[in-house]
Each structure stands twice: as C-alpha cells, then as structure tokens.
C-alpha cells in the first residue's frame, strides 16, 4: 500500500465548475500538507500549504485537512482552463525541511473546458 | 530571478555510458534533493542533502549518485544507466526550518536504450 493515494483521473469538468481533488494518507505522523501544481513540462511549483488540520483559502482555491480521517482535500471554484494542469497532493513530517523529504501522491491531471 | 536550474532538459543515452545531470540553486538554500517522476508513482525521491557533504538516501537511491561540495550545485550522476531509470528527473531545493517552501527545477528527460 502506497503512503499516499490520489486518484490519477483524468478529470475533465466545464469552465466554472467546482472542483474537488483528495488524498488519503496511511501515516499519522504527517503534519504539513501541500498541494503542488505542475504544468505539462514544468516542475512542479507550490499551490497551497497548511499545517495540521483544517482549512485554508487562497482566492479560488481551499485546502482542507482532516487528520482524523487521513484524507486532504483541494477544492477550486470557477475553474478556469488555465487552471489545467496536473496536481500533486505532498506531506512531511514535522522537523524537515520541505526539500528533505516529500511524499507526493501520483497526481490527478485536471482539464478545464471552455 | 530565484530559480532551481537543471541541464540538460533532455538526455537520450545508451545503457552503461555515465552521466551527469547538473542543478543549481541561486537562493542560498541549505537543503536540495532529487526526485524522479513516473506514471501512477508520483515523485519519488533518490536523495537529498542537508548541507554541503551532508547526503542521505531518499526512497529509490539504488542505480544513482550525488555530491554536494558547494551549497550551490547538486549533481545526480548515474554511473551505469539502465532502461529502468527512464524517467522525469526534478531537482529541489529549500531553506531550512520548516516552513519553507520547496523551489523545483524545470525537469530533466532521460531516456536510456
């Protein structure tokens, strides 16, 4: 069993839905939270970052993080085609830097129809 | 500009002939690490450094190496590259602490045949 699951999708939704992205996780032990946008032949560059559980907004986006259950969660309101793109949920554990260790899911690649 | 800047962007290269992809930070950052990305696995890291010598190995570090004798550079070196290390290869780095954010480079695709 993976640490982290993410469903790979693909997923494809009209401009202006709702959408919704998760992760479960197997290890307790994770306490910062991440969600990472990639673009097709980009690196991956730092959408969201909470620490524990909750939520937390950012304009058209939410993370939301429930330790309880392992399960995180990204939503994006009036998506836009220009946000297409692939998006890689990412954990730690406390007292690492974010370079030292990162445990990604596989990613769900998001399309936005006009 | 801060970035994380790797090279080459793309490598094809036969199995057994050594190899170097290079990548460099310009934000003074303690800790680097190398990851590669394959389809339905995510990203997966090879190894990371926590500081100039200071190396460990990440989750999939068999087939590679790393050196860190500037804070700057980090080389991944594949000594005897096989086909099993075809891949998207990122570098990263960040500052320490640990609410810091990782920096990645543009990627790296190598094909070994």
């Known amino acids: 069993q993976k640490e982290v699951e993410q469903d790979p999708g693909p997923l494809s939704v009209p401009e202006g839905a709702i959408v919704s992205l998760n992760c479960t996780y197997s290890n307790s032990a994770f306490q910062y939270f991440m969600w990472y946008r990639q673009y097709s032949r980009k690196g991956p560059e730092l959408l969201m970052y909470t620490y524990s559980s909750g939520n937390k907004e950012d304009g058209r986006f939410t993370a939301q993080v429930d330790k309880s259950s392992k399960y995180i969660s990204l939503f994006i309101r009036d998506s836009q085609p220009s946000d297409s793109a692939t998006y890689l949920c990412?954990?730690?554990?406390?007292?690492?830097?974010?370079?030292?260790?990162?445990?990604f899911g596989s990613g769900t690649q998001l399309t936005v129809l006009p | 500009e801060a970035q994380v800047t790797q090279n080459p962007r793309y490598l094809i290269t036969v199995t057994g002939k050594k190899l170097t992809v290079t990548c460099s930070q310009n934000?003074?950052?303690?800790?680097m690490s190398w990851y590669r990305q394959d389809p339905g696995l995510g990203l997966r890291q090879i190894y990371y450094s926590m500081n100039v010598e200071v190396t460990d190995k990440g989750d999939v570090p068999e087939g590679y190496k790393v050196s860190r004798k500037e804070k700057r550079n980090f080389p991944l070196i594949l000594e005897s590259p096989s086909p099993n290390q075809t891949s998207l290869y990122f570098c990263a780095s960040s500052s320490a602490g640990v609410n810091t954010e990782a920096f990645f480079g543009q990627g790296t695709r190598l094909t070994v045949v």
């Open positions: 934000m003074n950052h303690e800790y």
């Open positions: 990412a954990m730690r554990f406390p007292h690492s830097g974010s370079a030292r260790q990162l445990t």
